[in-house]
């Protein structure tokens, strides 16, 4: 089965300033996506980006993009000019093809600071 | 507003009796997920089915948990006994692969369970 790891459990950041939240997986996957879904105090799981790992450029949304590294198998997101309502936790997560196996990783909690 | 939608929000329960969580996806989503949420685990995959066939059960203790689809707008877990070591959030997810395949997952608000 594959498997997502996130190695930082907590990481704090600073109103307006950069931070990079790190995901690595295991997979004999080719072909498949990545996400980052975020969630906060209400518990409500809210996908913030996808990446296809057959596409070698980025995703990027708004604020959000990823440093995708399939050789790696890393999938790091950051997010720019933080926001205190990005404080949440974060998880990221593996998919196979046509919506099978979806496994996230255990996640990072994220606070954003005034 | 399309949305999926968990029953009970909120259940406590003593150990040994039994808890059914309902889930009901977003109509004409074929897939659902089930998932359970703890803070040591994060998000484990428990089960998910296509066309309300099982298609990965692995992530489920077997031998006090149950899921199935009686229906393509219905889908339960069920833990018979429940222990306390199964309190955590419960969440189920529905979504259908479509033609581009790139599907998404939508989350219901979860149940969250308490087992004393």
């Known amino acids: 089965a594959q498997t997502v790891t996130q190695s930082q459990p907590e990481m704090s950041v600073q109103e307006a300033e950069t931070v990079t939240l790190s995901c690595t997986y295991d997979t004999s996957e080719n072909n498949y996506y990545l996400f980052w879904y975020k969630q906060p105090p209400s518990r409500q799981m809210i996908l913030v980006i996808r990446q296809e790992a057959y596409k070698q450029q980025n995703a990027t949304e708004n604020r959000f993009s990823v440093n995708f590294q399939k050789a790696a198998k890393s999938f790091s997101l950051k997010i720019s000019d933080s926001q205190l309502g990005d404080t949440a936790m974060y998880f990221c997560?593996?998919?196979?093809?046509?919506?099978?196996?979806?496994?996230f990783g255990a996640g990072t909690r994220l606070t954003v600071k005034p | 507003d399309a949305r999926v939608t968990q029953t009970p929000r909120h259940k406590v329960t003593e150990m040994g009796q039994e808890v059914t969580m309902r889930c009901q996806p977003i109509?004409?989503?074929?897939?659902v997920f089930w998932y359970r949420q703890t803070m040591m685990q994060g998000l484990e995959l428990l089960a998910y089915f296509r066309n309300r066939a099982p298609l990965d059960d692995s992530g489920m203790p077997k031998d006090r948990f149950s899921a199935e689809m009686p229906d393509a707008t219905l889908a339960t877990l069920k833990i018979q006994p429940s222990e306390p070591r199964d309190s955590a959030v419960y969440f189920c997810a529905s979504g259908s692969p479509p033609a581009e395949d790139t599907g998404e997952l939508f989350f219901g608000e979860g149940s969250r369970l308490t087992v004393l």
């Open positions: 997560a593996f998919m196979k093809l046509y919506l099978n196996d979806m496994r």
């Open positions: 109509l004409g989503h074929n897939t």
